[in-house]
T-cell receptor
Framework: GEDVEQSLFLSVREGDSSVINCTYT??????LYWYKQEPGAGLQLLTY?????DMKQDQRLTVLLNKKDKHLSLRIADTQTGDSAIYFC??????????????FGKGTSLLVTP | DAGVIQSPRHEVTEMGQEVTLRCKPI?????LFWYRQTMMRGLELLIY????????DSGMPEDRFSAKMPNASFSTLKIQPSEPRDSAVYFC???????????FGPGTRLTVT
């Protein structure tokens, strides 16, 4: 399928805000997700947003959705060194047989420096 | 719940050998997904099952790959014969009812020499 696009690398200083951007492909996606992958581990869901929402906030995380431009962003406030990881944007790809597959971006490596 | 369980965590094999990766989804989840992760291609969906039935296997690279889900608590991904380009981390994920969160296992790191 078409690609979900993300920048590959982001470096920020501890305490600053991080903004990770994503452009998705399927305008009919019902859910859009942000997953976090720490070294040597599987993916963990950070947050997701339903397609009829513009914004979702969860503690230090803010997700913004621009459906017109098919643009999704993740803002991490007060970024900590423990936030260093790879962040994946994903769109749901539904089909008539039920069950939702996900189409992932290639991930953004976030490096937080002291 | 122990989460999604995958075995083995690491597998090193020689080209031409058969490889079987195993996954136990979270109890009660009715969708199961197999992904492959490489540096070059990122995360690719290989196949997914709903209620033990394969729904979409269009991501399976070629006939050397096969996946089964004989019951709701077990799935296998088999590669026969394996090739060096199959080296990757293979993730299994499961999901409850429609939409929502996919829970990922820790992955199996496969190295084919």
């Amino acid at each position: 399928g078409e690609d979900v696009e993300q920048s590959l690398f982001l470096s920020v200083r501890e305490g600053d805000s991080s903004v990770i951007n994503c452009t998705y492909t399927d305008s009919s996606s019902t859910y859009l997700y942000w997953y976090k992958q720490e070294p040597g581990a599987g993916l963990q869901l950070l947050t997701y947003i339903f397609s009829n929402m513009d914004m979702k906030q969860d503690q230090r995380l803010t997700v913004l959705l621009n459906k017109k431009d098919k643009h999704l962003s993740l803002r991490i406030a007060d970024t900590q060194t423990g936030d260093s990881a790879i962040y994946f944007c994903a769109e749901s790809v539904s089909d008539s047989n039920s069950g939702y597959a996900l189409n992932f971006g290639k991930g953004t490596s976030l490096l937080v420096t002291p | 719940d122990a989460g999604v369980i995958q075995s083995p965590r690491h597998e090193v094999t020689e080209m031409g050998q058969e490889v079987t990766l195993r996954c136990k989804p979270i109890s009660g989840h009715n969708s199961l997904f197999w992904y492959r992760q490489t540096m070059m291609r990122g995360l690719e969906l290989l196949i997914y099952f709903n209620n033990n039935v394969p729904i979409d296997d269009s991501g399976m690279p070629e006939d050397r790959f096969s996946a089964k889900m004989p019951n709701a608590s077990f799935s296998t991904l088999k590669i026969q014969p394996s090739e060096p380009r199959d080296s990757a981390v293979y993730f299994c994920a499961s999901m409850g009812d429609l939409g929502g969160e996919q829970y990922f296992g820790p992955g199996t790191r496969l190295t084919v020499t």
